[in-house]
């Protein structure tokens, strides 16, 4: 069975893409059947697996209204075992087109992919940075939740307002739904506010936390310039290294 699993975190630029990116390649080297799937109108994680973000035939936002099938959107990507349905710029009207949907709006996205979710082994869901209708579909979509974070003076914050909301809808829409892991991204251990958000997670969240945390690394920040995860840049790179072992990790918790 397909699992589909969503990174989200309501706060902006803390490696959500990165990790959606890396994690979905990082699978597919290990051996794994995998979709990445764009849900954030900034197409960056499009972008990331070298698909132009122009003049896409299809996307993920005709897909949720109906004008194709997911199937008919998906594009192979030259990396191993991975596909991707892509996003651009147009998916900026779906949140509100979503709160139109007379029936069940929140399950537009479970729908859309159910019928494919068998056909792969992963389904990774690159939200964007809100709470709103689209990270809400794809949490009510989803099996898992990976939850990517700085290590910084507000995260804590942020986290437990995640946390209560996927609470919610496990609640109200989707049972099955988990948190697969928080997993600590752009780490750097000069920094002693690191250390102590780090040592918090793990006193708060201790069965929750990867194992392995993101380091900060030039790598992973160039790595999306070249339209490529950054085991296919720098295979020998700390940032190569570490996410195959987030995705080991990953794949023995779902
Ligand atoms: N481990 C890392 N080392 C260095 N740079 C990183 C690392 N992880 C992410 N970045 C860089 O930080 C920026 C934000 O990362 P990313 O786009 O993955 O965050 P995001 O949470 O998806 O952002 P948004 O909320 O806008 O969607 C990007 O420029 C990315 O290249
Ligand atoms: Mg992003």
Known sequence: MGKIISFANQKGGVGKTTSAVNIAAS???LGYKTLLIDLDPQGNATSG???AKRNLKLTIKDVLAGDCVAKEAIL???FQNLSVLPANITLAGAEFDLFQEEEAPHEVIKKAFAEIKDEYDYLIVDCPPSLGMLTLNSLSASDGVVIPMQCEFYALEGLSQLMITIGK????YNNSLNVTGILITM?????LLTQQVKSELKKHYSGKLFDTHISRGVKLSEAPGFGCPVYYHDKRSKGADEY???AHELATRI
Do not use: A, D, Q
């Open 187 to 191: 780490y750097t251990n000069r920094l």
């Open 49 to 51: 697996v070298g698909v």
């Open 244 to 246: 195959l072992s987030v």
């Open 169 to 172: 809808v496990k609640n109200h």
């Open 27 to 29: 699978l597919g080297i």
């Open 76 to 78: 192979e990507t030259k």
